[in-house]
Each structure stands twice: as structure tokens, then as C-alpha cells.
């Protein structure tokens, strides 16, 4: 069966120290955990979450760059990310998408070179609230799906961790009920079903995200096809992020 898989994005928060204090204090709490334990700081502080050696909880990175190096002024290659101890990617975020242009055909492009260097994606997909009111979320999450898997193989496509975050729940403090929530992570193992067949559906590990917390992550994942969260403002303090670790408490 698929492994539950929780992991912190911590987007534009914490200095290096912070960081390190957060994660040592992390790593403890949830060390007897048996779900995948992951922490997607601000790049600055890769280097030293990767220096503490946790024996636990794993690293990502928030984005990295289309290219693989060159003249591209700001960006963070894939293999940089390897270097500082990377083993995750977020790809296509949805503040990424809206906020920094990114398209479906550049999520799709750095799916590819993740995988190509090893890292495993978190691909996220998700709606506006606007598309959700318009019957819309169905058709749209499909096809983020199906242009972010583009010219995956099977082998390749296994590997992919998929975010499904409705974007009117982002920080908002509203969450898509977990029915709701699981009809459309239901949607999205169908069309990898489609895609891949049912042996590689059924192993790909499918997060819900958005206003995530200690108090609704057990009713989420009593659902049957949500394999963990990606969690935003809940993750920034250990003890928070690790009540959500430990949901079957
Ligand atoms: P939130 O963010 O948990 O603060 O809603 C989730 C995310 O953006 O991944």
C-alpha cells in the first residue's frame, strides 16, 4: 500500500536559524513516525538543514529552474538542489503559477528534469475558487494532470508525488471537506489510471492541500485515496506540523 507522505511547505519563512531550531526540534517529535516526513524550506537554508543530519524528516526545495544551468540570473538548478541534499521538489505551486507565470508546459518541463536528476516531484494542481463555482475543478485538474505527466513513462511517472491544493483554501483558513477533497483526488488516480494503468495509479501517493491542520488531518486521511498533506502555515512550528505527523493518535 502507499505510504502516507506529509510534508511543510514553509514558502517565504525563517531565517537559517530558525530553520535549523525548527527542524532539530522537529526531527525529534516525529523520529517513531512510520509516514514520510518532509520540510521544503527557502533555499537559503538547504545547506544547513542538510549539515544537521536529521535521521527523520527528508528535504525539498520550494522551485527550481527550467534549466539545467547557463545565464539564468536568481534561478536554482536541479543538480544544485542534489548538491545541498535535496531528495523532493515542489513543481508548479500554485503562488508559482499565479503569482510568477509558470505554465502547465514548465511544470511539465521540471517534472521531467527532476526526475531525470533523481529528485522526486510534488507536482500541485488545484482550482480557483472562481473554476470551482463554474463546475469547472474536474476538467481543469485533469488537465493540469495530464500536461504535468506529459512524456513521463511508467517507471517515471510512479515516482511523482501529486498535490491536489484547491486554491481558495490556501491560507484561507477554508479547507475542501475531506469528501470533497477525496472526490477529486479520486478524479485524479482515474485519469492516472488512464494514463498508466492501475498498478502505477495505485502506487502514486496523492496529497491534499490547503488550511491543513491538527484538527482536520484525521478526518482527511480516513478518505481512501488521500495519502498525506501538503501543509503550509501549520508547518512552520514543529509542534504543530508534528500533531499532523502523528494524525492517527
Ligand atoms: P496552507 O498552505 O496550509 O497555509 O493553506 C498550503 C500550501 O500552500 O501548500
Known sequence: MRTPIIAGNWKMHKTVSEAVETCRVLDQLVQDSNVEVVVCPPFTALSALSALGMSKVKLGAQNMCTE?????????????LRDVGCQYVIIGHSERRELFGETDEMVNTKTLLALKHDLLPIVCVGETLTQ???????????????????NLSCEQAQKVVVAYEPIWAI?????????????????IRQTLDRLYGTDVAQQIQIQYGGSVKPANIGELMEQSDIDGALVGGASLLPEDFAAIVHYHR
Do not use: D, H
Open 68 to 80: 539545467v544551468s547557463g545565464a539564468y540570473t536568481g534561478e536554482i538548478s536541479v543538480s544544485m
Open 132 to 150: 470551482r463555482k463554474a463546475g469547472e475543478t474536474e476538467s481543469l485538474v485533469v488537465g493540469q494532470i495530464e500536461k504535468a505527466f506529459a
Open 171 to 187: 491560507g484561507t483558513g477554508e479547507t475542501a471537506s475531506s469528501v470533497e477533497a477525496n472526490a477529486v483526488i479520486v478524479t
